[in-house]
């Protein structure tokens, strides 16, 4: 999978999801970008946006977007490194324009 953390995660993540192309959002010069437009970006170069905005999907319309996104409950560097299983596994089962959500177990 092609993936672009956004910018308001750990910039780790890039070298902790083996297997996958990581960049983020500084690497391709888009800090800053609104979402809308991040995403607009985003969908012509990657397969998933890893998030942890949580009002992104009521702010965009997000109905005939192919990039899947997933949305982590914390930003964290711990909660991150908790939840860094759970998103490999979203990873290896997404599918084109699914939103994803992943929180830290209880």
Same mark, same amino acid.
């Given at each position: 999978?092609?993936?672009?953390? =956004?910018? %308001?995660?750990?910039? &780790?993540? #890039? *070298?902790?999801?083996? $297997?996958? &192309?990581?960049?983020?959002?500084?690497?391709? !010069?888009?800090? !800053? /970008?609104?979402? !809308?437009?991040?995403?607009?970006?985003?969908?012509? #170069?990657? =397969?998933?946006?890893?998030? %942890?905005?949580?009002?992104?999907?009521?702010?965009?319309?997000?109905?005939? *977007?192919?990039?899947?996104? /997933?949305?982590?409950? #914390? +930003?964290? *560097?711990?909660?991150? *490194?908790?939840?860094?299983?759970?998103? +490999?596994?979203?990873? !290896?089962?997404?599918?084109? $324009?699914?939103?994803?959500? /992943?929180?830290?177990?209880?």
């Amino acid at each position: 999978m092609r993936v672009l953390v =956004d910018e %308001c995660l750990p910039r &780790f993540l #890039r *070298r902790s999801l083996p $297997g996958h &192309f990581v960049e983020t959002a500084q690497d391709c !010069g888009w800090s !800053g /970008i609104k979402n !809308g437009e991040l995403l607009r970006h985003a969908e012509e #170069r990657f =397969d998933v946006f890893l998030t %942890c905005d949580k009002n992104l999907r009521y702010q965009q319309n997000l109905k005939d *977007r192919k990039i899947a996104i /997933i949305e982590l409950s #914390r +930003n964290s *560097r711990a909660a991150v *490194r908790v939840l860094l299983p759970q998103i +490999n596994e979203a990873l !290896g089962n997404v599918i084109p $324009g699914a939103y994803v959500e /992943i929180h830290l177990p209880k």
